[in-house]
C-alpha cells in the first residue's frame, strides 16, 4: 500500500546514540548497523563491517516518523506540491512514510486516477506514500466509489477530505462497503450548516474581529454521529483533525465501549489557540480551526492518555499569492512536515508537557497501527525506517529554507529547538544534514569569486627585480 522509487540500501553504522523505542522497550546507548537497509544489530562497539560510521554521540536515534495526513495537490497544483517535493519535505522532517488525500482536482475517485498517481510515485517518491481514495465520487456526497476496485489498486484508506459526508445513509452505505475491503474510513467531522462561511473559531476574538464564526459543536455533533454509525456498523473509523473538547470526550467515550475509532490531532491545535488570529496572519488559518484553550488542554490531555493515537501535520500547501490577501479572502491550510517535531520538542517536551517517549510513539507506532502499516521498529532484521534527532541542535524556520514547494508556515520567522540529523526510510539514506551541509558550504564557496592575488602580483614583480639584478650587464659597444 507504500508506493516510492528505488533506492540503493544503506551500509551505516550509527555509533553512540541514545537508542530510544518505546515499543520495543529500548532505551539506552547503542550501536546501531545497518546492512543492505536491514537493522543487523544493536549493542556497543559494534563491528562495523567496513561500513560508513556515523558519529551519534549526544543524539536520539528513534523509528522514523508517519504522517497519516497530507496534501500532496497532485494532481491539479502542482505548482504548490509535487509527490517529488512533498516527500522530500517528509524526509526532511524525519518522515519514513506519508499518506496522501484524495481531494485534488481531479479527485482520487477512480482506479485510473489512482493508478496514474502510483505509478508517478514509483518515478518521484523520496519516501514511501500511500493514497487514499475517496468515499464519494467527486468528493459530492452522493454517489459511493467503487470502494473495491479502489482497494485492489492499493488505497490505504477511504475519505472525503475537506468535506463531510453530510447523509447519515451514504455514510452508514459507505462504512457497509468499506467493511469488504478491510480498509478505514477517515472522516472529517463537520456539520456545514453550522460552519458555513466561517473564519475562525466561535469566541471572543471572532465577536472582536466581527469574522464568520464556526463553533465547536459543529465538528462535534458530527463526530458524535459517524461514531453512533461505526458502532451500529461494527466497523472502524479513523477521526481527522480533531479541534474541540466535546469530540475527545466523544471518542473516549466510543473507545471505552468498544467502538473500533481512532483520532488524530495536528501539532497547530496542540500549540495555538485562536488567540493567535488577533495577529490576522493568514498561516494560522486552517480547517478545523484554532480553537479555545481548554480545547487545546483537552486535545493534550487526549494524546498523553492514548485515547488520540497519532500525531497528524494536515500539510497543506497553499502559493504564496493566494494567502498574500485578507485574512477572510485567504485559503484554509498551513504546511507542517519539516516543522513537526522540532515545534513539539520545543513547546511540549521541553516544557515537560509531554514525554519524548510518548512524543516519538504518537509520531510513528501510532498512525502506522492506526492504517494497518508495518510499524518501524529499531529491531534486528527489520527494514530500517530511523530518524537521527539532534535535540540540542536548532532549526530556523525561514522562507527560503523549505524543501516543500509552498512556504505558508505558521512559524515562520521561529528558532525551534531540536533538529532532524539523517532520515532513513525503507532501507535507504534520504535525509542527511551532514552531507547537505557540506554540499552547501561546496556550493557557497565555488559561488564566492575568487580573491585578487595581490600578494602574488607584488610577488612576482619583486622576484623579476631581482633576476633582473642577477643578470650580467650588456657590454657596452663604443
Given amino acids: ?21 518505546a515499543v520495543e522497550g529500548v532505551d539506552a546507548v547503542l550501536d546501531v548497523r545497518v546492512d543492505d537497509g536491514v537493522v543487523a544489530a544493536l549493542g556497543a562497539d559494534l563491528d562495523t563491517n567496513s ?25 491539479g497544483r502542482e505548482d504548490e506540491e509535487t509527490i517529488a517535493s512533498g516527500t522530500a519535505a517528509a524526509a526532511a522532517g524525519g518522515y519514513c512514510a506519508i499518506l496522501a488525500m484524495p481531494n485534488t482536482d481531479p479527485v ?25 481514495a475517496a468515499i464519494t465520487r467527486g468528493q459530492l456526497g452522493e454517489e459511493l466509489t467503487e470502494m473495491g476496485e479502489l482497494a485492489d489498486a492499493g488505497a490505504v484508506a477511504f475519505s472525503d477530505d475537506g468535506v463531510p459526508v453530510s447523509s447519515a445513509g451514504m455514510m452508514r452505505r459507505a462504512l457497509q462497503y468499506a467493511s469488504i475491503t478491510g480498509r478505514p474510513l477517515a472522516l472529517h467531522c463537520e456539520e456545514q450548516s453550522l460552519s458555513r462561511g466561517s473564519h475562525v473559531h466561535e469566541g471572543a476574538v471572532a465577536a472582536e474581529f466581527g469574522f464568520a464564526s464556526y463553533p465547536s459543536v459543529a465538528e462535534s455533533v458530527m463526530v458524535e454521529r459517524d461514531l453512533a454509525l461505526a458502532a451500529f456498523e461494527e466497523q472502524p473509523v479513523h477521526l481527522l483533525h480533531l479541534s474541540a473538547a466535546e469530540s475527545v470526550a466523544a471518542l473516549r467515550r466510543a473507545r471505552e465501549h468498544g467502538v473500533r475509532a481512532s483520532g488524530e490531532v495536528t501539532p497547530h491545535h496542540l500549540v495555538l489557540t485562536d488567540e493567535a488570529v488577533r495577529t490576522l496572519d493568514t498561516n494560522v488559518k486552517m480547517n478545523p480551526p484554532l480553537r479555545a484553550e481548554r480545547d487545546r488542554v483537552a486535545l493534550l490531555d487526549a494524546l498523553r492518555d492514548g485515547t488520540i493515537e497519532a500525531v497528524a501535520t494536515d500539510h497543506a500547501p497553499h502559493a504564496r499569492h493566494e494567502k498574500d490577501v485578507p485574512f477572510e479572502a485567504a485559503p484554509f491550510g498551513v504546511t507542517g512536515l519539516e516543522t513537526a517535531f522540532a515545534v513539539l520538542y520545543s513547546e511540549l517536551v521541553e516544557p515537560g508537557l509531554l514525554t519524548l517517549e510518548t512524543l516519538l510513539e504518537r509520531l510513528s507506532a501510532g498512525p502506522a497501527r492506526i492504517f494497518g502499516l508495518e510499524r518501524p521498529r529499531i529491531a534486528a532484521g527489520t527494514r530500517a525506517n530511523l530518524v537521527l534527532l539532534d535535540l ?32 532513513l526510510a525503507n532501507g535507504a539514506v534520504v535525509y542527511d544534514e551532514r552531507r547537505l551541509d557540506g554540499a552547501r558550504q561546496g556550493a557557497e564557496a565555488a559561488a564566492r569569486p575568487a580573491p585578487e592575488r595581490k600578494n602574488e602580483r ?3 614583480g619583486a622576484r623579476q627585480g631581482a633576476e633582473a639584478a642577477a643578470r650580467p650587464a650588456p657590454e657596452r659597444k663604443a
Avoid: C, Y
Avoid at 7 to 19: D, F, H, Q, S
Avoid at 109 to 131: I, Y
Fill in 1 to 21: 500500500m507504500l508506493f516510492g522509487k528505488d533506492a540503493p540500501r544503506e551500509n551505516i553504522v550509527v555509533r553512540g546514540a541514545r537508542v530510544v523505542d
Fill in 51 to 75: 561500513h560508513r560510521v556515523l558519529d551519534a554521540e549526544g543524539l536520539v536515534l528513534a523509528p522514523a516518523f508517519v504522517d497519516p495526513h497530507v496534501h500532496l495537490r497532485t494532481p
Fill in 108 to 132: 482520487v475517485d477512480s482506479a485510473a486516477t489512482f493508478g496514474a498517481l502510483v505509478q508517478t510515485a514509483k518515478r518521484e517518491a523520496r519516501v514511501p506514500v500511500g493514497f487514499l
Fill in 392 to 423: 540540542a541542535g536548532v532549526t530556523r524556520v525561514t522562507e527560503n529554507g523549505f524543501h516543500s514547494r509552498s512556504a505558508n508556515s505558521w512559524l515562520l520567522g521561529r528558532a525551534l529547538k531540536s533538529r532532524v540529523a539523517l532520515t
Fill in 458 to 460: 607584488r610577488l612576482d
